[in-house]
């Protein structure tokens, strides 16, 4: 009897064993065959292979949803009405299924924010509210913000509070609370690929070429930073005049009594204030003092700096910033504000000191680049030697093309128009000086070569 028993455990077994080799090669298969039809853009052939292999085997293979998103991606743009509707809904269980499957590779944060998009995307073929759609982006941030890194999403997050605020369905604080919410994920994301792509400037500054692989590492930390960039530009103009400073001092001022206490809000409405240029109100300097009172940081010791121009309240800006990258923004402020009063040797001295903590950062070279040509009438002895001065900011802004490829385009628009203010040919052959160093006066005090002809 023993003997029966273990010989049909043995055959149930050999048949379990023999069903699921059976199923996992027809997976294999299929999963072959819509792998070769994907990797062909022949999404509509891959369809039915990859279906069997996504209900038959859902964790044989990573490539049933990464190649199952472009494949219903492809099918959403190529159909409409109720059939559309279906591919949309597909597409997002099977994220969800993606996250069920291979969790490791399909975080929270970017799983929801890329339901939530989606949803955005199709939001009247879905007849989905702006009310659903933020709170989907909403389980994305409170679930999971480390991975909610995307560019798109984080903007479209924003923009909808804004629309909800339009609506009176929020108040003025939710949107300004979550504008600097998301500005806050978003200044981490910039300092992570800030500091990634420091390493790769100063590599090349040094005199090094860049691999193949540390090439395109280069190009996408400065895609990714350029994305962000427009963002935040994009979260500013949408919020317009719903943050200028008529709004937002009443509001401070109701709020202030019942926040005094806390830190970050405190910190919230001064950087804004000052950003939006409300500096002047006494409320700002109100705000600054009680933030300094409590917790003093670099940002209160900087705002104490620009409302008293007292040298103790800077020097404790430097001393309190200990993050790089915030202390090269600092400067930037610092010396952007010189730049504004006229005061350009030390605007010029500020924003070399901010590329020394952020090299990738080009925008100061551009800002220096400005201010020579500014400068030109005013640093030169007889009109060759004020032209000269262009080939000087010519020089600066092609640096800020070299050294941040965000500002490419610009810097070289940029030095172009200034080389064309710069002496002719024909000036050079007339003053017989070519190749020599001409030295330029005033504050500048640099020198420039004389092209040879």
């Given amino acids: 009897m023993k003997t029966r028993i273990t010989l049909l455990m043995i055959a149930l077994f050999m048949g379990f064993n023999l069903c699921v080799a059976q199923q996992d090669e027809e997976c294999m298969n299929n999963l072959s065959i819509f792998d070769s039809y994907v990797k062909s853009k022949k999404y509509d052939d891959a369809y039915g292979p990859w279906t069997i292999v996504r209900n038959k085997c859902p964790k044989f293979n990573r490539a049933i949803y990464a190649h199952g998103e472009k494949i219903l991606k492809h099918k959403i743009s190529n159909s409409s009405g109720a059939e559309q509707v279906a591919h949309i809904n597909d597409l997002i269980l099977l994220w969800d299924q993606a996250r069920e499957n291979f969790a490791s590779k399909y975080p929270v944060g970017e799983v929801e924010s890329d339901k939530a998009q989606l949803t955005y995307k199709y939001r009247k073929e879905l007849n989905a509210s702006a009310d659903k759609i933020y709170n989907m982006f909403d389980v994305a941030y409170t679930k999971d913000v480390t991975n909610f890194k995307s560019a798109q999403g984080l903007y479209t997050y924003f923009s909808l509070i804004v629309d909800l605020y339009d609506a009176k369905k929020k108040s003025a604080q939710q949107m300004f609370d979550k504008y600097d919410d998301v500005i806050e994920v978003i200044e981490k994301l910039e ?92 409320l700002f300097l109100k705000l600054v003092e009680q933030k300094n009172s409590i917790e003093p940081n670099a940002d209160t010791a900087f705002y104490l700096y620009l409302l008293t121009n007292e040298q103790k309240y800077f020097d404790q800006t430097i001393q309190l910033e200990t993050d790089k990258l915030r202390k090269a923004k600092l400067y930037k402020k610092l010396a952007d504000d010189f730049r504004k009063k006229g005061s350009y040797s030390r605007a010029r001295q500020y924003f070399m000191e901010s590329i020394k903590l952020n090299p990738s950062d080009g925008s100061p070279y551009l800002k220096i680049a400005n201010m020579y040509a500014k400068s030109a009438n005013n640093c030169g002895t007889d009109n060759f030697s004020k032209r000269a001065v262009f080939w000087l900011a010519a020089s600066t802004a092609e640096k800020a093309g070299r050294v941040d490829g965000r500002l490419r385009k610009a810097a070289s628009q940029t030095a172009t128009s200034y080389r064309a203010s710069a002496p002719s040919t024909a000036d050079i052959f007339t003053k017989g000086n070519a190749g020599q160093t001409i030295q330029i006066g005033c504050w500048i005090g640099r020198s420039v070569k004389v092209p040879n002809i």
Wanted: hydrophobic share 30%; proline share 2%; aromatic share 8%.
């Fill in 191 to 282: 300092k992570s690929y800030t500091e990634k792509l420091n390493k790769l400037v100063q590599k090349e500054d040094g005199g090094a070429i860049l691999t193949k692989k540390e090439g395109r590492y280069k190009t996408n930390y400065e895609a990714n930073l350029g994305a962000f960039e427009k963002v935040t530009s994009s979260m500013d103009t949408k919020l317009g005049q719903r943050a200028n400073c008529e709004v937002l001092i009443p509001l401070y001022q109701k709020d202030f009594e019942e926040n005094k206490n806390n830190t970050i809000w405190l910190q919230r409405a001064m950087n804004r204030m000052f950003t939006k240029g409300c500096k002047d109100d006494p």
